[in-house]
């Protein structure tokens, strides 16, 4: 081929439209469709600088924000319960489909056994502040990946902003989320967990829903609330 025939093909392709010779993807050169815009990004948790800096406030976000992970107009959320100011704040992972009926973490068997638990110290759910990583259920009741991380760094704000004397964490997802240890291997000694306003004790031990799945792991579960209520460096 002449290179004066060489040009004339090349310009014809030109003037058909191609631009390219190898591309990831077949294109329709005679029925060009312009590519559709990408999905917008998924809503994020704000930064924790940004996050409301006195716990009414933060409860009250807590309560309307659009950002929290698996938020939406209809989905439920179940707010934390209790007495901030009563030194001791529990965190379990997120509401079952009973709590968000009930409107109440811990709810139905799993709430009497932990209502007993409570009780075995001396507590009751009006003696202690009660929240969950996240007060929205995921849609296949597991917390993981970007989500947990994400309820992570709002859960340590929020125990920030309680600052109880004590922490008790229920369950493997509250341990990952705030120690990144298991349960199996946090439980049985205090933790120092930090915050925007400093270190908080903190205690691990098996959340009330696997102890009625599994009642031999009680005896566990008392040694733990024994040191619970022997607090700290003892």
């Known amino acids: ?33 312009a590519k559709a815009p990408p999905p917008p990004p998924e809503p994020q948790p704000a ?6 800096d006195q716990l009414d406030l933060f409860q009250a976000w807590l309560a309307g924000s659009d950002r929290l992970a698996f938020a ?15 030194g001791l704040m529990i965190l379990t992972d997120m509401p ?4 968000c009926g009930a409107g109440t973490l811990l709810s139905g068997d799993v709430g009497r056994l932990f209502d007993r638990m409570l009780a075995a110290i ?10 969950a990583l996240s007060c929205l259920r995921s849609p296949d009741g597991q917390l993981g990946g970007e989500a947990a991380q994400a309820c992570a760094t ?9 600052a109880p004397k004590s922490l008790l964490l229920l369950g493997d997802a509250c341990a990952k989320a705030l ?6 291997r946090a439980r049985g000694r205090w933790h120092r967990i930090a915050t925007h306003a400093g270190e908080i004790d903190a205690l691990v031990t098996i959340a009330p829903r696997q102890l009625l799945e599994n009642p031999t792991q009680k005896r566990h579960a008392w040694a733990d609330l024994q040191m619970l209520m022997e607090g700290p460096g003892r």
Do not use: F
């Open 122 to 131: 001396g507590r009751d759910r009006a003696s202690i502040y009660l929240a």
């Open 1 to 33: 081929m002449s290179p004066a025939a060489a040009a004339s093909a090349l310009q014809w392709w030109a003037d058909a439209g191609v631009d390219i010779l190898v591309d990831e993807e077949p294109r329709d050169w005679l029925n060009p469709k």
């Open 179 to 184: 120690l990144g240890l298991p349960v199996a």
């Open 47 to 52: 930064p924790e600088d940004a996050l409301p």
């Open 72 to 86: 939406s107009p209809s989905a439920p959320r179940v707010c934390p319960s209790g007495d901030p100011s009563a």
């Open 96 to 99: 079952t489909l009973e709590d």
């Open 154 to 162: 709002l859960a340590r704000h929020h125990v920030g902003l309680a």
